[in-house]
């Protein structure tokens, strides 16, 4: 070694004490080589924690003499001069593995290679921890292995299905003990390996030629002492190729097996030629319904040997069989075992020619009809395999049908005149001809409505019935159909029936029918062969506007407040069928009732079923005051029983005309108001008016609020047990009017009083202070407290018959009251408040400072012991 002094100090420094300890490995045992091969010799370090890479030394020693540098991955100039022409030229060269690993190849391997060979990694290391070295033996042979064909490579041009056999030698004439190993190689489009035969005797076939390896297809034999035979029974398309046979020499050394040296040679090329094989059907055929179709498929081969076809018959809707929706319909298999139904066979009729016969053809049976055929070869222990296949063109079969043949008719046995009468409509199939027992008719009702001869009309299905007589209503008739009101039923063999129950405006329009025509197919089931359309029928009745008029009279015209109200009102109609009548009263107060200027009210009613119903009518005091009757089927009378000024007005009977349309349902005709019948009650009586006063319109929160609701009376004089008054009282919370009123509270003539719910805490009063005062108290009043406030009165007056009046509701003009805030009583106690929590923080705080101040921050220096010679103490600030 002794050239680690010229290296760079980089090395020192990469090798220093990093490493834990490391150990050289290069393969054990001797390495056996042959003259003109490749020596590759692995080297690497293991239990290395040092640099990220390992530098690695290589030397070389002949039999008997020293070791001389042969190679380094570090050192340029470490080789020695016999080996830098053969580093420089490539034949020596070292490849980095990994970090810890490379490998010495050497090419073309002499004589003079043989020898040891040494691995080393240099090291500075203060202490030596594993070793840094090893050395492996390499031993040289001569070239004494022989490969080639038995005979000069042939090319073989067989068919498929016929056998070949390739050769090729191999023999050593090595001094040590060899075993070789031989593998048969196929360059096709890919390269395949075919059969091998191991250095230990073993045989492994190749990817994809285990089953026929198995079955004895393909095998490799030993022809005397340095042939071997590939031999395949049966050829296949894929075993066209080139074919190489391929030796390696291989030597055991202490256990482990090395390969020594391989060799190729060319032997054959084998060439497959293809199977002729053609199928050949007619192409356009035609066959009557009922009778049976024979089809022939002809077959044309260059075949001669012991092959055996299979022969399938296959049936599509289209042209191209490969589609999906094609189907089997007849099967022979190589060993002439017929695969088909009860309808169709398959017969072999001589050695090329097979047919295929369908009985009891029908329209299902058109369609295209192909012939399938496979050639089968026998290969190795009684094995089977396809030599050819062929698909013919498509044989175009059609069936030629006879359609039934018969006319429709469609006629309307009843014809409605108004909405809700019946229609019924007959759908006949007539002209048929005799023998069909195998066609049944089903129906389809549509309808199209009346349109102008330029619009687009549309149909629309209303039922349609399958070959199984199964009813399916359309989405216009689906519900009604349910509800009873259409009706679609089947009379006779012949007759299909559509009645509609009630028959509506939407219901005229144009109707026909479809009669479809059903051929029972041989597997039972029945496909629709012929539709045929009858001419529409029109169902239409002139429409006119339904008239409705009323009129209202007054019995009795002249009456006075107290007096019984009777009104009578007389109906008559035209146009309208069945019609039953409901009616509604209704009142239009005056003009100049403020409180609903020109609003109608309804009072009372009575259905067409002379069903009472009280309206707006919410006296509760006159509940029976109202009376609506039925006179006659036309005519209807209206009483109100001790009438009242308030009740003045125009009073009208509005009646709606009714027409049943199914069971207990009504629709309605048409509507109309009768003429007006006034009430108006010439009296001279007291005129009422109302006004709000108040002394306390600004107020401080908290003190009582007071208002007074003051009524005058002008006109006649009235006893005051003769009056009475509803009061109520309202409060606008706004500056202005632009809120809705709340309602505070009322007192009613009886003197009931009642206050609605507020959600502050003020509390309301209300009380009667005189005949014709009121008075409203805010206790405790609040800032919500303020507002438009205003009272409406409502007067009664006992009539000279003893009966009490109601007069027209009044209201005062609002008065606005002012809830002010009172400063003083406010801030009083926050001030308090807050002057004495100041005081407390303050003296809190003096508190704590003083004690911080005394017993925290107090310094405290211990006095040392004196020394004799009386030195003073000495203290740090």
Known sequence: MGRLAPRPLLLALLSLALCRGRVVRVPTGTLVRVVGTELVIPCNVSDYDGPSEQNFDWSFSSLGSSFVELASTWEVGFPAQLYQERLQRGEILLRRTANDAVELHIKNVQPSDQGHYKCSTPSTDATVQGNYEDTVQVKVLADSLHVGPSVPPPSLSLREGEPFELRCTAASASPLHTHLALLWELHGPARRNVLALTHEGRFHPGLGYEQRYHSGDVRLDTVGSDAYRLSVSRALSADQGSYRCIVSEWIAEQGNWQEIQEKAVEVATVVIQPTVLRAAVPKNVSVAEGKELDLTCNITTDRADDVRPEVTWSFSRTPDSTLPGSRVLARLDRDSLVHSSPHIALSHVDARSYHLLVRDVSKENSGYYFCHVSLWAPGHNRSWHKVAEAVSSPAGVGVTWLEPDYQVYLNASKVPGFADDPTELACRVVDT?????????????YYRMNRRSDDVVTSELLAVMDGDWTLKYGDRSKQRAQDGDFIFSKEHTDTFNFRIQRTTEEDRGNYYCVVSAWTKQRNNSWVKSKDVFSKPVNIFWALEDSVLVVKARQPKPFFAAGNTFEMTCKVSSKNIKSPRYSVLITAEKPVGDLS???????????????????????????????????????????????????????????????????????????????????????????????????????????????????????GAALDPDDMAFDVSWFAVHSFGLDKAPVLLSSLDRKGIVTTSRRDWKSDLSLERVSVLEFLLQVHGSEDQDFGNYYCSVTPWVKSPTGSWQKEAEIHSKPVFITVKMDVLNAFKYPLLIGVGLSTVIGLLSCLIGYCSSHWCCKKEVQETRRERRRLMSMEMD
């Open 433 to 445: 001809k005799s023998g069909e027992a195998n066609v049944r008719f089903t129906v389809s009702w």
């Open 596 to 714: 609903s200027p020109n609003e109608t009210k309804y009072i009372i009613s009575l259905d067409q079923d002379s069903v009472v119903k009280l309206e707006n009518w919410t006296d509760a005091s006159r509940v029976d005051g109202v009376v609506l009757e039925k006179v006659q089927e036309d005519e209807f009378r209206y009483r109100m029983y001790q009438t009242q000024v308030s009740d003045a007005g125009l009073y009208r009977c509005m009646v709606t005309a009714w027409s049943p349309v199914r069971g207990s349902l009504w629709r309605e005709a048409a509507t109309s108001l009768s003429n007006p019948i006034e009430i108006d009650f010439q009296t001279s009586g007291p005129i009422f008016n109302a006004s709000v006063h108040s002394d306390t319109p600004s107020v401080i929160r908290g003190d009582l609020i007071k208002l007074f609701c003051i009524i005058t009376v002008e």
